[in-house]
């Protein structure tokens, strides 16, 4: 009797490459015309495929797959033959089970695993905002300390003749070697970066760091040798990241006022 689908059982051992000989001559010259039995297939490889990816790969030993197929042939009973397609409903239940129970381990663990990298995440974003919050407390303590120092001093930077348009300020405290910028330029060609100078009275300019060419609404605060008295700050177009001592025009400069 010819029999209309392929056994699922089959069609797996085709899909994981443990079927051969005359099976997998007669499934494959089934499959040629049964396209129901081909979608079982393509089904089957996903959920192999699936199980694959759930665990590290491992070589099986050699000869295991031919010691598994004389292991079912010596358990057939003697002089039994197998036919060329069996019924669909005669399923070796113990490997369907085992196909079906590895695919839902895999699930689980890949679910796990998802849970585990928000979680991570969630914990990461909550640093990062801690971090945030605690470096902007910082800095208005800092603002507060220097604008209501008596001996704070507000220099206007002015934009210089050929360079981009803007204009900043800064307070610094030579007593705390502290200062706060705040200003606007134009915005830095490709490649370049603002870098703000302290000049001293006597010796090389300090660097008081990088600057954003939109520091209008976030002003930033300077940290500098405690004792350093300046007789100007500059604003300079740098490499980018900056530079140890000045190499590029002056776009930004404020004399200190020493009356």
Known sequence: MTMEHANPEDLDLYALGALDGEDKQALEAHMASCAACRRQLAA???????????????APPPGLKNAL??????????????????????????????????????????????????????????EQLQAQVDGDAAALQAMGQITGAPD???????????????????VYNARMGMGIYSGQIAPAPAGKTYQLWLVPASGAPVSAG?????????????????????????VTLEPLGGMPQPTGPKVLVGLVNAG
């Open 44 to 58: 089957a490889r996903q959920r192999t495929a699936l199980i694959g990816l759930s665990a590290p790969p491992l």
């Open 69 to 126: 197929l004389q292991q079912a042939r010596a358990a057939r009973p003697a002089g039994a033959s197998r036919p060329a397609l069996k019924p669909a409903g005669k399923i070796r239940w113990g490997l369907r089970f085992s196909l079906g129970f590895a695919l839902a381990s895999a699930l689980l663990a890949f679910a796990a695993f998802e849970f585990a990298r928000q979680d991570l995440e969630r914990g990461r974003r909550i």
């Open 152 to 170: 704070s001093a507000e220099i206007a930077l002015l934009e210089q003749p050929g360079g981009p348009p803007g204009q900043a300020r800064v």
């Open 210 to 234: 990088l600057v954003d060419a939109n520091q209008q609404n976030g002003a930033v605060v300077m940290r500098l040798a405690p004792g350093v008295a300046a007789k100007a700050f500059a």
